[in-house]
T-cell receptor
Framework: KNQVEQSPQSLIILEGKNCTLQ??????????LRWYKQDTGRGPVSLTIMTFSENTKSNGRYTATLDADTKQSSLHITASQLSDSASYIC????????????FGGGTRLMVKP | DTAVSQTPKYLVTQMGNDKSIKCEQNLGHDTMYWYKQDSKKFLKIMFS???????INETVPNRFSPKSPDKAHLNLHINSLELGDSAVYFCASSQRPPGQGASPLHFGNGTRLTVT
């Protein structure tokens, strides 16, 4: 069964600190893996998209990594800002699932001053 | 502004009623979607259209009927609303279907449906 699991469920950090969010998936191969940021009351916004062959991709202070051997991805946030407070969602498009995206449950990040 | 816009933002209605949610995108995308986000924040695909043709129809009650008059619009009509339909519904669009390359999804800001 195609599954995407994220950890931790929630995280509180101080402004300026770094943090790393984890995403584990169960099935390979996949088409691509995505990270989205969802602010409260808003729709998700794309941060990064990585294909199966990519190991890392950056978008400003956000860096996503991918280890296809361990079926893990991580999203690293550098020098966190208050505006980083949001839910971060990992999404995988599995090759055996046609055009469907499988969403993780998200990590709720709170950055405190 | 270029965006995916959906209306209304909030919808409160009683069980048994019929309601519609509208979605429009002016990004020139070929593919549009409806997602449901439940209380645990999981996003689940409901429908997807590519160039006005239905390409994904997940296990959704047939009380839910999408309609795409053109590729810039995908509306969602819900008949005989039930308590369990309460959720946030997101419209989204992408240049191509997800399995045809890495084009990101652009989401609207959601419609919070509350059925009482």
């Amino acid at each position: 069964k195609n599954q995407v699991e994220q950890s931790p469920q929630s995280l509180i950090i101080l402004e300026g600190k770094n943090c790393t969010l984890q995403c584990n998936y169960t099935v390979s191969p996949f088409s691509n893996l995505r990270w989205y940021k969802q602010d409260t009351g808003r729709g998700p916004v794309s941060l990064t998209i990585m294909t199966f062959s990519e190991n890392t991709k950056s978008n400003g202070r956000y860096t996503a990594t991918l280890d296809a051997d361990t079926k893990q991805s991580s999203l690293h946030i550098t020098a966190s800002q208050l505006s980083d407070s949001a839910s971060y969602i990992c999404v995988v498009i599995f090759n055996n699932a046609g055009n469907m995206l499988t969403f993780g449950g998200g990590t709720r990040l709170m950055v405190k001053p | 502004d270029t965006a995916v816009s959906q209306t209304p933002k909030y919808l409160v209605t009683q069980m048994g009623n019929d309601k519609s949610i509208k979605c429009e995108q002016n990004l020139g995308h070929d593919t549009m979607y409806w997602y449901k986000q439940d209380s645990k924040k999981f996003l689940k695909i409901m429908f997807s259209y590519n160039n006005k043709e239905l390409i994904i129809n997940e296990t959704v009650p047939n009380r839910f009927s999408p309609k795409s008059p053109d590729k810039a619009h995908l509306n969602l009509h819900i008949n005989s609303l039930e308590l369990g339909d309460s959720a946030v519904y997101f419209c989204a669009s992408s240049q191509r279907p997800p399995g045809q390359g890495a084009s990101p999804l652009h989401f609207g800001n959601g419609t919070r449906l509350t059925v009482t």
